[in-house]
């Protein structure tokens, strides 16, 4: 079945560091990608959808200056958390989709900002 | 605004026990409801629906789908400690091409 690969798994930093997510689609081609974030006992908030080669959609409230997405080939696209606060620290997931698939999520990456 | 509320938030039966979870959604340009378990980390889809009635089974597990009172049900009957996660549910928006979850029902399975 359809797999989609994320990397770091989990990742501890300090403050004002920048963090970059790897999502790889290892089995198909994912037209579209997307970013979710998952606060403890809540569920998925979709941050943003990636398509490739233009610019991502973000959802209202995301700061697109502060969570930097690529989606620079039709396997791969990344999220950099800039300048990274505590605040930041969540579960992050990605998925992705091809065509009219339903989305398969990574593993996700437990991001902690210290 | 669109919305899935999922119910209850909360279950805790006993093994062998059958478990009925409820997905209600009111959402825009409505184009399928998909279902995924979730445990320690990202979830793992189950089931998408785009027809109303027809049901979808997968060993203990089935799911179903009613367009016009726009909701979903997701059974598991002969419940083990295994299915013990969290089950969300999601309506997949056409155009968007977004999934909107509701908040999850975490289901437990106690021996």
């Known amino acids: 079945g359809a797999v989609v690969s994320q990397h770091p798994s989990w990742v501890i930093c300090k403050s004002g560091t920048s963090v970059k997510i790897e999502c790889r689609s290892l089995?198909?081609?994912?037209?579209?990608m997307f970013w979710y974030r998952q606060f403890p006992k809540q569920s998925l908030m979709l941050m943003a959808t990636?398509?490739?080669?233009?610019?991502?959609?973000?959802e209202q409230g995301v700061e697109k200056d502060k969570f930097l997405i690529n989606h620079a080939s039709l396997t791969l696209s990344t999220l950099t958390v800039t300048s990274a606060h505590p605040e930041d620290s969540s579960f992050y997931i990605c998925?992705?989709?091809?065509?009219?698939?339903?989305?398969?999520f990574g593993d996700g990456t437990r991001l902690s900002i210290l | 605004e669109d919305k899935v509320v999922q119910s209850p938030l909360s279950l805790v039966v006993h093994e062998g026990d059958t478990v009925t979870l409820n997905c209600s959604y009111e959402v825009t340009n409505f184009r399928s409801l998909l279902w995924y378990k979730q445990e320690k980390k990202a979830p793992t889809f189950l089931f998408m629906l785009t027809s109303s009635g027809i049901e979808k089974k997968s060993g203990r597990l089935s799911s179903i789908l009613d367009k016009k009172e726009l909701f979903s049900i997701l059974n598991i009957t002969a419940t083990q400690t295994g299915d013990s996660a969290v089950y969300l549910c999601?309506?997949?928006?056409?155009?968007?091409?977004?999934?909107?979850f509701g908040q999850g029902t975490r289901l437990t399975i106690n021996p």
């Open positions: 999601a309506a997949f928006l056409q155009g968007a091409q977004k999934l909107v």
């Open positions: 998925s992705a989709m091809d065509g009219n698939q339903p989305q398969h």
């Open positions: 990636s398509n490739e080669g233009s610019k991502a959609t973000y």
């Open positions: 089995d198909f081609q994912a037209t579209t």
